[in-house]
């Protein structure tokens, strides 16, 4: 992949993709917000919005704000897990999207801030492929994440950075990421269904997700991040036991994969 000089060169067009579970308007909100943050970078823009199966008023709230901007809503008929919302919006990017398209991902929940789309697009112009908003960069900004949360996310990326060794990155956690679409198509391509693999872990499936990227690839980048957590309108969904058994789950899936160790059914 050459990257051009310039964002108007590298990028066709932005596609924003989030899932939603039971944000309520939350998720109304977040598709105003990411509306006018694309319409200022002066780029062609679309919205994806994966709605897992809610029983609140997500789905309606999405449609309500995005009656007048390009943005398309997928409907899980009953809810499937945050890892299945992902592979459906994945399966729909690499599908949908075109040469030099980026796709930025992000939380439902209204805590990323759209406004900081640009600074992503400037590392994609710069060479990088993925680009993650990150906590643990110099100039981010935190805004009511309690201070427990704090100290696990601190652990979970010292995790990261000790066994996953992706070049640049310091944020494992974060789901705020811009892709070069040529990217996920070479995903979609190679692992399909199992793009996504482990089961029963929760939220670790975006940090699974930025993993495999690193099978792709090794430009990439961070841009501080912005985390809005007093913007959440509910309680967090995340269970921070089933995310650290994740992490170590995660760990050894890789080191199976790549052969490093074999199970005892397999030896003889």
Known sequence: MTPAAAPS?????????FPVYNEGESAGNLV?????????????????????????????????????????LVEHGRNRGLREALKTGLAWLARECAENEVAVFMDGDDTHDPGQIDLMLEKIADGADVVVAS?????????????????????????????????????????????????????VERY????????????????????RMGDVTRRFA????VLRYDRK?????????????????????RLRSRGHFTSKSQVR
């Not at 652990?155 to 950075?161: C, D």
């Not at 793009?195 to 699974?208: D, R």
């Not at 961070?222 to 991040?225: A, D, I, L, W």
């Open 135 to 187: 906590r643990f960069r110099r100039g981010s900004r935190i805004f009511g994440v309690p201070a427990y949360r704090q100290v696990l996310s601190l652990g979970a990326n010292v995790w990261g950075l000790i066994f996953f060794h992706l070049p640049g990155i310091r944020d494992y956690a974060c789901g705020y990421r811009a892709v070069r679409s040529e990217v996920l198509q070479e995903l």
């Open 192 to 211: 399909g269904d199992r793009v996504l693999e482990l089961t029963g872990y929760g939220f670790i499936c975006s940090v699974e997700l930025l993993v």
């Open 9 to 17: 060169r590298t990028v066709s067009r932005v596609t924003v993709f």
């Open 222 to 225: 961070e841009v501080p991040m």
């Open 233 to 253: 309108g509910g309680p967090s969904k995340m269970s921070a036991l089933k995310t650290a058994a994740g992490y170590l789950a995660l760990f050894l899936h």
């Open 32 to 72: 105003r917000r990411v509306a006018g943050a694309c319409a200022a970078l002066g780029l062609p823009y679309r919205i994806l919005v994966v709605d897992d199966g809610s029983t609140d008023d997500s789905a309606a709230r999405v449609r309500e704000q995005g009656a007048e901007v390009p943005l398309t």
